[in-house]
């Protein structure tokens, strides 16, 4: 089984210890590629130092809603050139979370319709976090053309007819640890309901691992749980949709070749 954990973020001080370990038993659950996802501007620079340093790993850059009272021009100046990066695939994580309210609302939406035109100038393709802010979430998207880059609904927490509407503006799917939960029906139906050219697996690792794992530290090792997870709920072989997942995360990111095996 070969898969692609859309959503990582191991330049995170819970793996400071151990992050080859990690590496490798990622490795050995057949996970060829990891996109390792900043949330501000060191992250996103660790991230792409971290991408450097190993070939199953491309970054994406970008500022979380958590963060979006640091956004500036100054701010989005350093994410631009962090972006230029030749290891760099996306821009994100980027979006609304009206759950913690971290930042001002009024703040977020800022940051969001700011760096959504930063990914339409730079022609990149956008990892959207979307938390309790799902209408203006999408209100935003439609005043951009997404579409014409692509981009992914991370760690996907709506309904099927929220994916239906995010699919219909070009955007994929992904799907993360709470797939597995046992009162996730909502999700186990999203996972049903996506078109296979369109979906995406994750962990979000450090954070959500899969069911039995919970209260633990996740890590992209263990998006074979989701994968073997959603798989049973599409009628398919694991491995079957492993490869399909790999290819479509490949081709949104535009990351030609992963081969089975790629040593540090």
Sequence with gaps: MRLFDTHVHLDSHRYARDRHVVLQRAESQGVVAMLNVGFDVDSSRAAVELASEHRRIWAAAGLHPHNASEYSDEV???LRLLLRSP??????????DFYRDLSPRSVQRHAFDRLL???GELALPVIIHDRDAHEEV?????EHDVGSTGGI???FSGDVAFARRCLDLGLHISLAGPVTYPRSHVL???ARYVPEQRLLLETDCPYLPPAPHRGKRNEPSMVHLVCEEVAKVRGIAPSHLGEITLTNACRLLGIEHVSPRQSE
């Design 138 to 142: 999408f209100d935003i998207l439609c």
């Design 76 to 78: 989005e100046a350093q």
């Design 188 to 190: 186990r139906e999203v």
């Design 87 to 96: 290891r760099v695939v996306a821009l994100g994580e980027i979006g609304l």
């Design 117 to 119: 035109h930063l990914a």
């Design 153 to 155: 609904m991370h760690c």
